[in-house]
Each structure stands twice: as structure tokens, then as C-alpha cells.
């Protein structure tokens, strides 16, 4: 199947000049987003995870049916005071600002195989952010697996030079 058929292409936003890659057209055709999701998981199981870790929202909507799918644990980072017990945090970079990302501090045990999970790649700070957060409490992050890249962008070569990634599609 050809992924790209199923993302919708959105001129000028958020911004002009913006080309906005808007997955809802493919979340909505289940045996679309089934689909993707058995790719992914597909070439990210030999990777053996404990756990997916994925940034809000998008990298909820991606990374809880591929945790399924692969029989791990999910743990969400949130924006900065959206979870309720101890957090970590990070600053970072997006691609119209800047935020603060957390994750709870007993999510992820020293030694634990992470995958990074997001619906998109692009300057690469998001999953940076999140990377250093995994790190920061112990864990080894193996790879990252999205369903975009913006190649253009060259967020991946932010990224360490070592890390994993899978992409279900590049622009």
C-alpha cells in the first residue's frame, strides 16, 4: 500500500509556505491505519522493546496500537504539569516555538529497551526532548519509528547517529 495516498496534504498551514502532512485521513480508514501499523510493527519487533515511549498527541495515537501490536507497555510524555505524580523534564525546540515536555519519573526502569514513537519527523527537537528524558532516567533508546519524515528538514541528523529509525513514509 502506498501510505502517501492515504495523508492529506494541507497548503499554507499552519503558516504560509507550510505543506501541513495531516494524518487523519489516514486514521479514519481502519484498514489503512491497521495497515501501517502491522508495517511498522513488523520492522521494528526484531528490535526486542520493553516499552514504547511516545510525545503527545500524535505520538499517542501511533504508538499505543503499535505497543499492542507488539505486546509492550506505552508510556506518554506530556506537556510540562499535565501529569499528576513526580516528573522529569526537558526543554526543546518545535517548529513554530518552544515548550517543555515530562515524563513520569517511575515510567521506565534503568536498562530498559525504549522505541521512540511519533507520527512525524521534522527538525527533529520533539523526539530529541524526548530522547534525552528516557536517558535521563536510565533506559537504552534503541530506535524511533514514525509514520512521516520531512526529509527536508534533516531532523534525523539531530538525531544520535546510532538510533534506529523507521519511517513509513518521507517527504
Given at each position: 500500500m502506498d501510505f502517501k495516498d492515504k495523508i492529506r496534504v494541507i497548503e499554507d498551514f499552519p503558516q504560509p509556505?507550510?505543506?501541513?502532512?495531516d494524518i487523519t485521513t489516514l486514521l479514519k480508514d481502519g484498514p489503512a491505519f491497521r495497515a501501517a501499523i502491522d508495517r511498522m510493527a513488523e520492522k521494528i519487533r526484531e528490535q526486542q522493546v520493553d516499552l514504547i515511549v511516545g510525545p503527545e498527541a500524535r505520538g499517542f495515537v501511533v504508538g499505543t496500537p503499535l505497543a499492542y501490536?507488539?505486546?509492550?507497555?506505552?508510556?506518554?510524555?506530556?506537556?510540562?504539569?499535565k501529569l499528576p505524580a513526580e516528573t522529569v523534564e526537558t526543554g526543546y525546540s518545535l517548529e513554530y516555538g518552544k515548550d517543555r515536555l515530562a515524563i513520569?519519573?517511575?515510567?521506565?526502569?534503568?536498562?530498559?529497551?525504549?522505541?521512540?514513537?511519533?507520527?512525524?519527523?521534522?527538525?527533529?527537537?520533539?523526539?530529541?526532548?524526548?530522547?534525552n528524558l528516557v536517558n535521563e532516567l536510565g533506559a537504552e533508546v534503541v530506535g524511533a519509528a514514525f509514520v512521516i519524515e520531512l526529509t527536508y528538514l534533516n531532523g534525523r541528523e539531530k538525531l544520535p547517529g546510532d538510533l534506529d529509525i523507521f519511517t513509513l513514509v518521507q517527504y
Open positions: 509556505g507550510v505543506r501541513f502532512k501490536a507488539l505486546g509492550v507497555g506505552f508510556i506518554p510524555v506530556r506537556k510540562a504539569g513520569h519519573r517511575d515510567a521506565i526502569q534503568a536498562g530498559q529497551r525504549i522505541l521512540i514513537v511519533d507520527d512525524l519527523l521534522a527538525t527533529g527537537g520533539t523526539i530529541q526532548a524526548t530522547l
